[in-house]
């Protein structure tokens, strides 16, 4: 049965960084589209970026750009979310998405996604 795991979240202070990773079994990770969501208690699900097959492009919230890199490890059948300059508002749970090849113009919608981590959470705080 295709399973996601999501781990790497914890508490950083403003600024800070954190690694989050999507580590995938029952399924070739490789062969979806992933993407990151978060959510905060009482507000929608909201995507944060999506990584395309294929080295293709990735696409990122405007909230994250340039702070979040997501990305493929070759050796590991899973994904990366490289998340710097931490700020208090990025609070929130995060969880990643294998959502269909085919689907990368709506990656960003919950309706598309296949397979969903369980969230790891991520607390930035002073």
């Known amino acids: 049965q295709p399973q996601l795991v999501d781990s790497g979240g914890g508490l950083v202070q403003p600024g800070g960084s954190l690694r989050l990773s999507c580590t995938a079994s029952?399924?070739?990770?490789?062969?979806?589209?992933v993407t990151w969501f978060r959510q905060v208690p009482g507000e929608w699900r909201e995507a944060v970026s999506c990584l395309n097959i294929n080295e293709g492009p990735a696409w990122y919230a405007d909230s994250v750009k340039g702070r979040f890199t997501v990305s493929r490890p070759y050796d590991r059948n899973a994904a990366d979310l490289e998340m710097n300059n931490l700020m208090p508002e990025d609070t929130a749970i995060y969880y990643c998405?294998?959502?269909?090849?085919?689907?990368?113009?709506?990656?960003?919608?919950?309706?598309?996604?296949?397979?969903w981590g369980q969230g790891t959470q991520v607390t930035v705080s002073s």
């Open positions: 998405a294998a959502v269909d090849a085919a689907l990368f113009r709506h990656c960003w919608s919950a309706t598309a996604v296949r397979t």
């Open positions: 029952g399924l070739s990770l490789h062969s979806y589209i």
